[in-house]
């Protein structure tokens, strides 16, 4: 059971990889390539933005560090000035607790330049690969399409697409039939002059030999109407002037018969 379970699953896999795979169309296939290149490219762009964004608030607040302590220090010099050493040290801690702040900030500052440089980076790679990408998409497009349409134009010709045969099948029966239809007509028609077929058209009770003795009396009717018109073309054909020579001489002489 095992055993036909795989191969009936593998001949589905066969049936629908065929299926797919005549169904599938190569510049959809590109187009939705792209497609998904293009969302590639706009995710790292929007990670650069991210980054550049964050980097940007540090800086923001590195400037607000530095000048808090500039203010502190300032302060820590006047409280000395008016002898409050006290307020002078107070200003002085907060002004070192600003200056670690102000390190972690920098180290962060650093970390998100170099990966906003990185992204920047992969950004530009990846746009030179997708235009290249879409250049060769539309030249495989076009080679493709000039392909499929030389492949229907020769198979039109050749007969040998699915319409176009169907079409070539019926015009190769329709061929068949006729020269069957005429075979038949020749060999009747040799039966018939053999006689060993009768023409139903015929009047009942006439044979062969009744047949064969009309055929030769319309022959002798023939040749008997072709005499007549012989002898009427030859009676016209006498010239007229031989008849009224005739009729100058007049008649014979009476003296010389007497």
């Known amino acids: 059971m095992t055993s036909i379970a795989h191969r009936i699953a593998a001949l589905f896999r066969i049936k629908a990889n065929k299926a797919l795979d005549k169904a599938e169309d190569p510049r959809e ?23 550049a964004t964050s980097r940007k608030r540090i800086d923001l607040q590195i400037n607000q560090l530095r000048q808090s ?18 307020l002078a040290r107070e200003a002085l801690s907060r002004r070192t607790a600003v200056a670690s702040q102000l390190t972690d900030l920098q180290t962060q500052q650093a970390t998100l330049q170099a990966e906003e440089e990185k992204l920047t980076l992969a950004s530009q790679r990846l746009q030179a690969k997708v235009d290249t990408f879409r250049v ?20 039109a010709v050749t007969g040998i697409g699915e319409e176009m045969g169907d079409v070539g099948l019926a015009m190769q029966r ?22 060993a077929l009768q023409d139903a ?23 008997r109407e072709l ?8 009676a016209s054909a006498t010239p007229p002037a031989v008849e009224g020579k005739s009729a100058e001489q007049g008649p014979p002489d009476q003296e010389g018969t007497s």
């Open 29 to 51: 296939v590109l187009d939705y390539s792209y497609t998904q290149q293009q969302e590639l490219l706009q995710k790292v762009r929007r990670g650069v933005a991210d980054v």
């Open 69 to 86: 302590g500039g203010k502190l220090e300032g302060q820590a010099q006047q409280a000395l000035a008016a002898g409050r050493e006290d």
């Open 136 to 155: 060769s998409k539309e030249t495989i497009k076009a080679r493709y399409t000039a392909a499929e349409a030389q492949t229907r134009i020769t198979e």
């Open 174 to 195: 329709a061929e068949d039939k006729t020269e069957q239809l005429q075979a038949r007509a020749g060999a009747l028609d040799e039966l018939l002059a053999s006689g």
């Open 201 to 223: 058209t015929l009047p009942a009770g006439r044979d062969d030999i009744q047949a064969e003795l009309e055929r030769v009396t319309a022959g002798q009717d023939v040749d």
């Open 227 to 234: 005499a007549r018109m012989k002898a009427r073309l030859r």
